[in-house]
């Protein structure tokens, strides 16, 4: 854990200098105080017009895009199954819309609205707490439900009993957060009234609130601020974190959408409506953070760092991926929509295994048992890197993928004749939506008559390609890797 944090990343302010800049009313203040660093500015190219943003745009593009943070409450990977409050509340969302659901999660806690107000998302979902500093840069959503911020520190350490008593002590926080601004709010009222004012400690914008609550819980730093529910969900699995008095009011937790997406966010209030009206909402919530599975869920980590294990196969696929030199993340995510890692798997058309790769093709490769997953992994692997050389022209590494997870799937005839038809029609055959959309026209009797292998099921295809691809984006993300600002 240590290594997240470098000298670069923390820094230590002292509370009579930050409670300058926020309660400079007060009689206390001085004027040679200077005031807290502020995040940077916004870039001059972050603003994005109109017809950038919105349900317009969004149902043009057919993706509905999240940024959100990659953590235990808002979007994990659980036993291999991408889960999380915020993106299943967004997936709801997307079908509400009829489009499908990109999953963004940026480098950092600070870029997160930047990146909102650039147009590189639709909507930040991530526990986010309506604050007026925030409300000035994005547009809230109506709230979905109401926090409140709690002290939280590791047994043996000295309990608070309340927020008083905060005084001179370190508190950790990143500063992209909402508790980073109610320290410096409680730190400038103990100051008025002659005590010692609240060593605020910065910490890195990558870090997740669960990350300082295993760093509080195990000592290494002393105390943070928490919103009740993470506080409630990262208890489960970390029996010393000491819970400790409430150090707010009560606050809205809502989703932020681009400024100029009125539209947007009142569809995002119809749907909170709807959902609240027919009790979704309050089930989705109590499952994930009220429920006995939330507390089974719990004791076994959500997989959000490096090194966590994706399958209880990791170790073949592994292996396999590093022989035919693919990315054994992807090659995950395909064994979980072919077979959800059930390795004594049987698919209607006779596939088998992990990956569901029929008897014949097995045999082509030099396997014979695809229900042996050691095997089978090998099989996939061969497999995915003889599609994967047939795009190595492709330019763009998400569409050469994405042709790739289509081709393992249907063969690579069925591509092919896509990849011709598209460029019939004057599409350009290395991008993947055109190929997608080609795929689609094959399914019909008078295109099909004219293809090289005949019919595909291209709807199934797209739709495959789409769900293999959400799975690979969301190991990657549960593996450390991030979007970042682009």
């Not at 291999?80 to 915020?86: A, I, K, S």
């Not at 809502?254 to 609240?276: G, I, S, T, Y």
Request: proline share 5%; net charge positive.
């Amino acid at each position: 854990m240590n290594a997240h944090r470098t000298p670069c990343c923390r820094r230590r302010l002292i509370g009579s200098t930050l409670a300058t800049c926020m309660v400079f009313q007060l009689a206390c203040q001085s004027a040679e105080r200077s005031p807290p660093p502020s995040p940077p500015p916004q870039p001059a190219d972050s603003v994005t017009s109109s017809a950038n943003v919105g349900l317009a745009a969004i149902r043009a593009r057919g993706k509905l895009r999240l940024l959100t943070r990659s953590n235990g409450t808002s979007y994990f990977v659980w036993h291999g199954r991408t889960m999380g409050f915020d993106y299943e509340l967004a997936s709801r969302f997307a079908k509400w819309l009829q489009v499908g659901l990109d999953v963004v999660v940026p480098t950092s806690w600070g870029d997160l609205l930047p990146m909102l107000k650039a147009g590189q998302g639709d909507l930040a979902a991530a526990g986010l707490t309506v604050t007026p500093e925030r409300e000035k840069e994005v547009r809230f959503t109506k709230p979905y439900t109401l926090t409140h911020m709690r002290v939280v520190w590791g047994k043996g350490r000295q309990r608070i009993t309340s927020p008083e008593e905060l005084s001179g002590k370190s508190v950790h926080v990143r500063m992209n957060s909402a508790y980073y601004r109610r320290l410096v709010e409680l730190s400038g009222l103990l100051e008025s009234t002659g005590k010692r004012p609240i060593d605020i400690v910065l910490e890195g914008e990558d870090l997740e609130t669960e990350e300082l609550l295993e760093e509080v819980a195990t000592g290494r730093i002393p105390y943070t601020l928490c919103d009740i529910q993470i506080c409630n969900e990262n208890r489960s699995y970390l029996p010393d974190l000491v819970i400790g008095p409430r150090v707010s009011d009560p606050q809205a937790l809502a989703w932020a959408v681009h400024p100029q997406a009125d539209d947007l966010a009142r569809e995002v209030d119809r749907f909170f409506d709807e959902m609240k009206k027919s009790g979704e909402l309050d089930a989705l919530y109590q499952r994930y953070y009220e429920s006995p599975r939330r507390r089974e869920r719990a004791r076994q980590k959500p997989q959000t760092k490096r090194g966590s294990q994706l399958s209880p196969f990791d170790t073949q696929l592994k292996d396999a991926a590093a022989r035919a030199s693919v990315d054994w993340r992807l090659l995950a995510a395909i064994a979980f929509e072919e077979s959800g890692f059930d390795p004594k798997n049987e698919n209607w058309n006779g596939g088998t295994g992990l990956f569901g790769i029929m008897p014949n093709l097995a045999r082509e490769l030099g396997f014979e048992d695809m229900k042996n997953p050691t095997q089978a992994a090998q099989a996939a692997a061969q497999h995915l890197s003889q599609m994967g050389a047939q795009f190595a022209s492709v330019a763009n590494e998400d569409d050469r993928l994405r042709l790739t997870i289509a081709a393992f799937s249907c063969g690579l005839g069925h591509i092919t004749d896509a990849r011709l038809l598209a460029t019939s029609e004057k599409h350009d055959p290395d991008v993947w939506a055109n190929v997608a959309r080609a795929l689609r026209l094959l399914s019909r009797g008078e295109y099909a008559a004219r293809a090289q292998h005949g019919y595909v099921r291209g709807s199934e295809i797209a739709a495959y390609v789409d769900r293999v691809w959400s799975q690979y984006r969301a190991y990657r993300h549960a593996l450390g890797d991030r979007d970042g600002n682009r």
